[in-house]
């Protein structure tokens, strides 16, 4: 099984829907990370959690919502999709020691029409 | 501003013809500098965490370098599973933060 599981793995919705992702881990990390992938630019941080109750923005938050249900579960909310939100999107994991390498889970392709 | 340049864009190679993947970057100070792979539906995979100006690893055909301006990934004697897109990222020092800044990537094919 994979130690960092994003469900689902594909969606299309539409316009104005509201949509949440969602990432489970089984490596027992403190960090959670959502990240957005486009074609031709590099992973943009969306938010990141230090642990349950701790929710930092990324570079990229606005029309984004997380939420840190448990140590092992993280999601992600598009209150009202757009078009403009149409990625990959990644969950990430780390150790609570600083430097340690992120682990990504296989992502969600999200399709907005 | 921190920022991660990696080149080529894309690169293909013959199996067995060896050659080097460039990220250069601008930070405030490195925490660390990451190598990763990723294979088309799938999410990044981390290879290499390198800390300081002079240290080395290497995994397999890999070995990835780092100086205080630029990191390369050095690819000897590649096969054609090596194919992927390579992403370098750096973690600035400082401020408490955690955030990874991310290239581009590079895009390499290995031909059989």
């Known amino acids: 099984d994979a130690d960092v599981t994003q469900t689902p793995r594909n969606r299309i919705t539409k316009t104005g829907k509201r949509i949440m992702l969602e990432c489970s881990q089984t490596?027992?990390?403190?960090?959670m990370y959502w990240y957005r992938q486009d074609p031709g630019l590099g992973l943009q941080l969306i938010y990141y959690?230090?642990?349950?109750?701790?929710?930092n923005k990324g570079e990229i938050s606005d029309g984004y919502s997380v939420s840190r249900q448990a140590q092992a579960k993280f999601s992600l909310s598009l209150e009202s999709a757009i078009p403009n939100q149409t990625a990959l999107y990644f969950c990430?994991?780390?150790?609570?020691?600083?430097?340690?390498?992120?682990?990504f889970g296989d992502g969600t392709r999200l399709s907005i029409l | 501003e921190d920022q991660v340049t990696q080149s080529p864009e894309a690169l293909r190679l013959q199996e067995g013809e060896s050659s080097s993947l460039n990220c250069s970057y601008t930070?405030?100070?490195?925490?660390?500098l990451f190598w990763y792979r990723q294979d088309p539906g799938k999410g990044p995979e981390f290879l290499f965490t390198?800390?300081?100006a002079g240290e080395e690893k290497e995994k397999e055909r890999l070995k990835a370098t780092l100086t205080k301006k630029e990191s390369f990934l050095h690819i000897t004697a590649p096969k054609p599973e090596d194919s992927a897109t390579y992403l370098c990222?750096?973690?600035?020092?400082?401020?408490?933060?955690?955030?990874?800044?991310f290239g581009k990537g590079t895009k390499l094919t290995v031909n059989p």
């Open positions: 990430a994991t780390s150790d609570l020691r600083s430097s340690q390498p992120q682990h």
């Open positions: 490596k027992g990390h403190d960090r």
């Open positions: 959690s230090f642990d349950v109750k701790d929710i």
């Open positions: 930070v405030s100070g490195l925490r660390g």
């Open positions: 390198l800390y300081s």
């Open positions: 990222a750096v973690q600035p020092r400082g401020g408490g933060s955690e955030k990874l800044v």
